[in-house]
């Protein structure tokens, strides 16, 4: 038996290694033993404890059935979460800031182009830019020369931390730590402050104990260069009792995040898989809005657009199909229910996609 299995080792260690390479047009899983093939599409988050793993999670527990199943996929922050999009098998979705498809290639995280094969299902919501820190920081030039932590250097939360902080010309150190261990190293007072864009709020952030002297750092929000990337957010006692005193409210920058997916070929098998998950996303959107999913889902309004960014053709259909496509009458009577009025443009039109697709939802399981 063990020279069988040394024989083994061996034959696998002769094997030659394939290297990284951009995806092929057509992989598709083998069907599960005993079962009918299923659609089954990987869904990537960022690191442990922040919403974006969440909100793949949340994905899978209401969108899986009989004939779908969401994996989610722990990643290592947005920008490589685009890498793996580009070269990783298994990960079709992934969960991303908005900044970072033109941010990623500017700073040659990513070869000239390949962006390209990156488009997006659907805007998620704002996700906020956190700066935890203790006691003796009170306003963030309080950090100038001091060392803090932005996750990983091929984050999202990396990049947008080195913009802010080269953008109000406050001289910091960044050290690479992922978030769970640069939190810990805050505690002990090892560093100055951590810096995590996610949605609010953040689990990781709920789970520090009010007595570890730990509160939120206002960003500015009247800094016109900051303004062109991100937009004004707060963050409030409601969201983290232990990070914010009752009754006040942090000032903090926002940008969006994306359900990104990789730009499969239209009629190759994934982008039939991934076109399925795009139907039950827009179909359970009601679903997700509800407890015990992320809060965050109550902001999602999946026919808003993103700038720079081109949408998954299999996406852009539904909401030509709900907005201005064959559910055109349904959607009239979505107006004359009383819910809308008559008369809105096309802009005001689209903004009420979310409000639509609960009502025909409702609709739906009155008919049943």
């Known amino acids: 038996m063990r020279t069988a299995f040394a024989a083994i080792l061996a034959l696998s260690l002769s094997l030659p290694v394939v290297p990284a390479a951009a995806r ?14 299923a659609f089954v599409v990987g869904v990537e988050g960022a690191g442990v ?30 920008v490589r979460n685009l890498d793996d999009l580009l070269h990783l098998r298994g990960v079709d979705v992934a969960v991303v800031q908005a900044d970072v498809l033109g941010g990623a290639e500017r700073e040659k995280f990513l070869q000239p182009g390949m962006t390209r094969s990156i488009q997006y299902i659907a805007k998620l919501f704002d996700e906020e ?28 939360s990396a990049m947008t931390a080195r913009l802010l902080f080269a953008t109000l010309g406050i001289p910091v150190t960044f050290t690479p730590d992922p978030q769970d261990v640069a939190i810990e190293k805050l505690k002990r007072g090892e560093i100055a402050a951590v810096v995590r864009v996610t949605g609010k709020p953040a689990d990781m952030f709920l789970k520090l104990p009010a007595d570890a002297g730990l509160h939120l750092v206002a960003l500015p929000q009247d800094d016109m260069r900051l303004l062109q990337t991100y937009a004004p957010g707060s963050i409030t006692h409601a969201d983290y009792p232990n990070l914010v005193p009752d009754e006040q409210t942090v000032g903090t920058l926002t940008t969006g995040g994306v359900l990104a997916v990789y730009a499969w070929p239209m009629g190759s098998e994934r982008y039939r898989y991934v076109a399925r998950l795009v139907t039950a996303l827009f179909e359970r959107l009601g679903d997700l809005q509800q407890p015990p999913s992320h809060p965050k889902w109550k902001e999602v309004n999946l026919a808003a657009e ?13 909401v030509a199909r709900v907005v201005d496509g064959p559910a055109r009458q349904e959607f009239a009577r979505f107006f004359a229910s009383g819910r809308a009025t008559a008369g809105l443009n096309p802009m005001q039109r689209t903004a009420l996609l979310q409000q639509y697709l609960l009502w025909r939802r409702t609709e739906a399981a009155a008919i049943r």
């Open 49 to 78: 404890g922040g919403t974006d793993l969440r909100i793949a999670t949340d994905l899978a527990n209401i969108l899986n059935g009989p004939d779908l199943r969401v994996v989610p996929i722990v990643g290592q922050g947005s």
């Open 24 to 37: 092929p047009p057509n992989a598709a899983p083998p069907p599960f033993p005993g079962q009918a093939p």
């Open 306 to 318: 993103v700038p720079g960014w081109t949408r998954f053709p299999a996406a852009a259909e539904e």
């Open 129 to 156: 830019v956190h700066v935890i820190a203790g006691p003796d920081v009170r306003m963030l030039d309080d950090l100038r020369g001091k060392t803090i932590n932005a996750d990983l250097p091929r984050s999202g």
